[in-house]
């Protein structure tokens, strides 16, 4: 089935310490995307890239990180300089097209920071 | 700057009744404005889209309409059922955004048996 892995679920970290989600998609699609999602809120656009090795930041990207180094992966580590970590974290891929860009989404990555 | 944004937060239903969630917007420039649906723990999922040339469109059991002159969209769902209870989120996108999406905060949807 083609779709959008991300892993692992639930991850506990302590202060201090640097944490990678990764995410995986097999749907060829070309551009990747990392939201965050507080409770009660919407999605706010940390990172995102429309082609292998390049990325752009989104209205949140202060305290993370990105690579894009294959088209089918797009890991987001989250530092020690991101002041609020814990949230719900969404990875979503999409075509680049003219038309509506619609977003494909994995199942969430929840970070609790200890 | 950009916004999108929900009128009310939480929307509770009777089962079997029609449900309206709206939504406002700034940008003019849209190209496109699409719902999205997200179930407890899990991440959002494309419902329906419309483009900004459009008034109305409709799918299963729902239907979208557009209302440019006041920049305000909703999302209709038919004979409402207790798998519908979710959040709802609608987000504009397009080539003006540079591909990227912009997402309101969300309404929660209750499904009364």
């Known amino acids: 089935d083609g779709g959008i892995t991300q892993s692992p679920k639930y991850l506990f970290r302590k202060e201090g310490q640097n944490v990678t989600l990764s995410c995986e998609q097999n749907?060829?699609?070309?551009?990747m995307y990392w939201y965050r999602q507080d409770p009660g809120q919407g999605l706010r656009l940390i990172y995102y890239?429309?082609?292998?090795?390049?990325?752009q930041k989104g209205d949140i990207a202060e305290g993370y990180s990105v690579s894009r180094e294959k088209k089918e992966s797009f890991p987001l580590t989250v530092t020690s300089a991101q002041k609020n970590p814990t949230a719900f974290y969404l990875c979503?891929?999409?075509?680049?097209?003219?038309?509506?860009?619609?977003?494909?989404f994995g199942a969430g990555s929840r970070l609790t920071v200890l | 700057g950009e916004s999108v944004g929900l009128h009310l937060p939480t929307l509770s239903v009777q089962e079997g009744d029609n449900s309206i969630i709206n939504c406002a917007y700034s940008?003019?420039?849209?190209?496109?404005f699409i719902w999205y649906k997200q179930e407890s723990g899990k991440g959002p999922q494309f419902i329906i889209d419309?483009?900004?040339?459009?008034d109305k469109r409709q799918g299963q059991r729902v239907t979208v309409l557009l209302n440019k002159t006041v920049k305000h969209l909703s999302l209709q769902i038919a004979a409402t059922q207790p798998g519908d209870s979710a959040v709802y989120f609608c987000?504009?996108?397009?080539?003006?955004?540079?591909?990227?999406?912009?997402f309101g905060d969300g309404t929660t949807l209750t499904v009364k048996p």
């Open positions: 987000a504009e996108s397009g080539k003006t955004n540079a591909g990227k999406s912009t």
């Open positions: 749907l060829n699609h070309d551009a």
């Open positions: 890239s429309q082609i292998v090795n390049d990325f």
């Open positions: 940008n003019s420039a849209s190209d496109y």
């Open positions: 419309i483009r900004s040339n459009m």
């Open positions: 979503a891929s999409s075509t680049i097209s003219s038309g509506a860009n619609v977003l494909t």
